[in-house]
């Protein structure tokens, strides 16, 4: 169903010129205008990072034929906060980041870009999704997900999200006719071992590549891991509250 008087934004981390930004674009215009702002160069790992400490630029750039895009130096939040009171002066219908090269599950939400820029759309009463997918090669194959991102797009669009809530669709790396369907998961236990590769310059002097494996802490069949590994696409109700609930009155109890 068209929504052609609606507006759609879309950002990213992997910069305006990855392959996964351009899917979308050509997903959502479909539905509403899109207008892009994405960053002039990678940003994954950035977080929920805003740039303080020099000038951001901004500048027009010719992406795809009947789209509004602009690239800048900022960080993917950055995008959002300059599209919403710079270019747009207003707020969207709609925000999309991604499509991301590489999947966002689990507690890679709190490393993600791609993710910050959704939540940064939550933060702003805008219905935002981030959408990723497990596969980190840049001549991915985006479009044969098409069916199932326009559908989720649509949906968005027609009955809109809670307040303060965001959306985390990874979509596994399986072919797009061998998707089993969408689960909505919760966000597994799983975090990063972290390891440092230590190597010298030519100079002599140590430096370090962070490695690392990323290890699920328990088998469970409602996370999102658990759908990714078995071919669903998983998504996750994400907010910005990161309040623990559950330890409030324990902590009341202190006397301090």
């Not at 790992?45 to 009947?66: E, F, K, W």
């Not at 900022?74 to 999947?103: F, M, Q, R, W």
Request: glycine share 8%; aromatic share 8%.
């Amino acid at each position: 169903m068209p929504h052609k008087q609606k507006l759609i934004l879309i950002t990213n981390d992997d910069s305006i010129y990855a392959n996964g930004i351009k899917s979308l674009v050509q997903m959502a215009k479909t539905f509403a205008r899109v207008v892009v702002v994405a960053p002039d160069k990678p940003q994954s790992g950035m977080g929920h990072a805003i740039t303080l400490n020099h000038p951001i630029r901004i500048q027009s750039v010719s992406m795809l034929d009947g789209v509004e895009a602009f690239s800048t130096s900022g960080t993917p939040v950055d995008c959002v906060k300059l599209a919403i009171y710079e270019v747009l002066k207003a707020k969207p219908d709609l925000i999309l980041s991604g499509i991301n090269h590489g999947e966002n599950s689990s507690s890679n939400v709190l490393y993600s870009g791609t993710m910050s820029a959704a939540i940064e759309g939550a933060m702003e009463g805008v219905p935002s999704i981030g959408i990723s997918l497990s596969n980190y090669d840049n001549d991915a194959n985006f479009n044969q997900y098409e069916s199932w991102v326009s559908d989720i797009i649509s949906k968005a669009l027609t009955d809109g999200l809670p307040e303060h809530t965001c959306l985390n669709v990874n979509i596994p790396n399986v072919p797009g006719k061998d998707i089993k369907g969408l689960k909505v998961c919760h966000q597994a236990h799983a975090f990063w071992e972290d390891r440092f590769d230590k190597r010298l310059d030519q100079f002599g002097r140590p430096y370090f590549w962070l490695t690392g494996a990323f290890s699920e802490k328990s088998d469970d069949k409602g996370s999102d891991l658990y759908a990714l590994t078995r071919g669903y696409i998983s998504i996750v109700p994400t907010t910005f509250d990161l309040t623990n609930y559950a330890v409030l009155n324990q902590l009341n109890t202190w006397n301090i």
